[in-house]
């Protein structure tokens, strides 16, 4: 997978690849503003102040998230790589875009269909207690694992290969949704680009 590097020793907030208002009405240009300039940003922030030192000098995000302890460092960089993640999967609404390549074999294989992978998912996502993020993710025999992990957490601290994610946090939805989580769940499903989660799955040993 590509590795995040420090630019003069500072991570930087990730640039959108759409204008703000393009992901409505699913999520709203009100909650990506806030969810991207002000929540990210809060921990890109908090992750370069936490930085000062030689021990983490010019490694990659992912690096950290792999090796760090339990704390404020791992905190702040699992959730810097969670929503670049999660940020950088999404184009403006389609209705029936599917999964691409290699990557739509490989769920009909082990989930049957697309239908029942989503619902899958959105179970996942729904019964994940307070705040996290569900994710597919694929180990490195491209087998795939629908997963929760609680606040930052992330499956690469897991061996895995993060491919696609929901944020449940509820800063992600709540503006537009309010409780219901669930419905959100289902309408992100508009959002997903399949051509970058099928790239991220081919990538996966890289
Ligand atoms: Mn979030």
Not at 22 to 46: A, D, M
Not at 52 to 70: C, K, S
Not at 76 to 104: M, S, T, V
Not at 148 to 175: F, K, S
Request: net charge negative; proline share 5%.
């Amino acid at each position: 997978m590509n590795k995040t590097l420090p630019i003069d020793g500072q991570f930087q907030l990730m640039a959108l690849p759409y204008a703000t208002d393009q992901l409505e009405p699913v999520i709203s240009e009100k909650t990506l503003e806030f969810h991207h300039g002000k929540h990210l940003q809060t921990y890109v922030n908090n992750l370069n102040a936490a930085l000062e030192g030689p021990e983490w000098e010019g490694r990659a995000l992912e690096d950290i998230v792999m090796t760090a302890a339990e704390g404020g460092v791992l905190n702040n960089a699992g959730q810097i790589l969670n929503h670049n993640l999660y940020f950088a999967q999404f184009r403006p609404p389609c209705d029936e875009c599917e999964p691409a390549g290699e990557l739509a074999q490989a769920i009909a294989k082990q989930f049957g269909d697309f239908e029942q992978f989503q619902q899958q998912f959105e179970k996942a996502g729904a019964t994940l207690f307070g705040s996290g993020w569900v994710w597919l993710s694929t180990d490195d025999n491209g087998r795939l694992h629908i997963t929760q992990h609680a606040n930052a957490d992330n499956p690469l601290r897991h061996g895995m290969t993060p491919l696609l994610t929901m944020d449940v946090w509820e800063h992600a939805y709540y503006l537009d949704y309010q409780n219901r989580r669930p419905d959100h769940l289902k309408a992100l499903w508009q959002l997903i680009d399949w051509n970058i989660i099928n790239d991220r799955y081919i990538n996966r040993q890289k």
